[in-house]
């Protein structure tokens, strides 16, 4: 069984340009969340998706960030308009759905490593 | 709300000997999960141990084990005979049951010496 998917593992994008950050999740998993980690820190929520629902955007900034997670293949963060501030990780995990064992245990992809420069 | 806090930011150990990192949590909740996560250099997130706040019982996998003191609001993990491939940073997490949100803390940089 796969683990969770995250490309590309590193990302190098100028002032303003847009990054899309890919994730697939665990097999039979139904659950997608993003999280962002600046250097020297832990990860901070981003966003919660279910199959073509946004159920958590709460931890995203208002402009510039969307999420996404179609039908059909995986989910996607998108930055537009990058600026250096957005140089982070940015982590994708996944859950087994509700009324599962382990529900509530995330686990996660290998991270992508934005760099603004 | 609701905090983690790893009050340790670097920690070393000899190869073979056993350490304890810390970890305390503040939450008026009573059904919660705590988890403890590694981040080797690759920084590849990997769950190393899962405890349920309703078991007494203290989880344990392998060399890894937790204290855990629900009234104290602490969770710490133990790492026996430990190995260099333990270098890591470690993260507590905490997560309210029947949400989504995990809190992690700062981490704790542990370095295994040879």
């Known amino acids: 069984n796969a683990g969770v998917m995250q490309n590309p593992r590193h990302l190098v994008r100028r002032r303003g340009q847009e990054a899309r950050l890919r994730c697939s999740p665990m097999?039979?998993?139904?659950?997608v969340y993003w999280y962002r980690q600046l250097p020297e820190e832990g990860l901070k929520f981003m966003v919660y998706?279910?199959?073509?629902?946004?159920?958590?955007e709460s931890g995203m900034p208002k402009e510039r960030f969307s999420a996404e997670f179609p039908k059909e293949g995986p989910s996607i963060l998108r930055i537009q308009q990058v600026v250096r501030g957005d140089s982070a990780a940015y982590f994708c995990?996944?859950?087994?759905?509700?009324?599962?064992?382990?529900?509530?245990?995330?686990?996660f992809g290998p991270g992508t490593r934005l760099l603004v420069l | 709300a609701q905090t983690v806090t790893q009050s340790q930011p670097e920690m070393s150990v000899q190869e073979a000997e056993t350490v304890t990192l810390s970890c305390t949590y503040d939450?008026?909740?009573?059904?919660?999960?705590l988890f403890w996560y590694k981040q080797p250099p690759s920084r590849q997130m990997i769950l190393v141990i899962r405890?349920?706040?309703?078991?007494?019982q203290n989880a344990t996998e392998n060399r890894f084990s937790v204290n855990f003191q629900k009234a104290a609001k602490s969770f710490s993990l133990k790492i026996s005979d430990s190995q260099l491939g333990d270098t890591a940073m470690y993260f507590c997490?905490?997560?309210?049951?029947?949400?989504?949100?995990?809190?992690f803390g700062t981490g704790t940089r542990l370095k295994v010496l040879a």
């Open positions: 997490a905490f997560i309210t049951s029947g949400t989504y949100k995990y809190i």
């Open positions: 097999k039979g998993h139904s659950h």
């Open positions: 939450t008026s909740e009573n059904n919660y999960y």
């Open positions: 405890q349920e706040a309703y078991k007494q």
């Open positions: 998706l279910q199959k073509e629902n946004i159920i958590d």
């Open positions: 995990a996944s859950s087994p759905p509700a009324g599962t064992d382990y529900q509530e245990t995330q686990y």
